[in-house]
């Protein structure tokens, strides 16, 4: 079974661009998570997606975040604009039922300089 | 809502020795509880999970947790490190439901010395 896709791996940006995280659950989950784990820190949940609705986003800054998940499969988070204070791994992770756990990709490691 | 605290930041151990990862959560519900290990570069992996029965559950690589509801407690526990058992350890929980949040603790870096 093929795990939790993320891309990309690593990305450099500077203040004030923009960015966007991909990433690709396992086929048939449907809850999808979006993690930030800034260093020497817990993950912390940015949104939660059940199937291609909204459950909780109440963590998002959602005036610089936004996330979208595309007929309940594929996601994607974007930064616009980027902060000094965004450096940090994004982590997705996906949910096939309530009995289960959650399985997380690689992670995208962002840094803004 | 739940929460989580990771009462050991760091734990430096001496390969061989036994080790105890310590968690506490906080919660109005019944949880589900789980252990995840990330190792540096990498994701998060599943240790061991609590959804239901037994209170004693063993997971992968030898370690073990125990579900304490009167403590509200989810210890993690190895009777032998090995070296490789080096890396970040993180404590969640989860309520019931398809859209209950999951929660994680800061973390505990356990070190395994020779």
């Known amino acids: 079974e093929a795990g939790v896709a993320q891309s990309p791996r690593y990305k450099i940006i500077e203040k004030r661009q923009s960015v966007a995280f991909w990433c690709n659950p396992i086929?048939?989950?449907?809850?999808l998570y979006w993690y930030q784990q800034i260093l020497g820190q817990g993950p912390k949940l940015l949104i939660q997606f059940q199937n291609n609705g909204v459950v909780d986003d109440s963590q998002l800054p959602k005036d610089r975040f936004s996330a979208e998940r595309l007929k309940g499969v594929d996601s994607t988070l974007k930064i616009q604009p980027a902060k000094l204070e965004d450096s940090a791994v994004y982590l997705c992770a996906s949910r096939p039922s309530e009995n289960t756990e959650a399985f997380f990709g690689q992670g995208t490691r962002l840094t803004v300089v | 809502a739940q929460s989580v605290t990771q009462l050991d930041s760091q734990v430096p151990v001496f390969e061989e020795a036994p080790v105890e990862l310590r968690c506490n959560y906080s919660?109005?519900?019944?949880?589900?509880l789980f252990w995840y290990v990330q190792y540096p570069n990498q994701g998060l992996q599943l240790l061991l999970k609590y959804l239901s029965g037994s209170t004693l559950v063993k997971g992968i690589n030898g370690f073990e947790a125990e579900f304490n509801k009167s403590q509200t407690s989810f210890h993690l526990r190895k009777p032998s490190v090995h070296i490789s058992d080096t890396a970040e350890y993180f404590c969640a929980v989860r309520g019931p439901g398809s859209g209950s949040r999951l929660t994680f603790g800061e973390g505990t870096q356990l070190t395994v010395n020779p």
């Open positions: 086929s048939g989950h449907a809850t």
């Open positions: 919660s109005s519900v019944s949880v589900y």
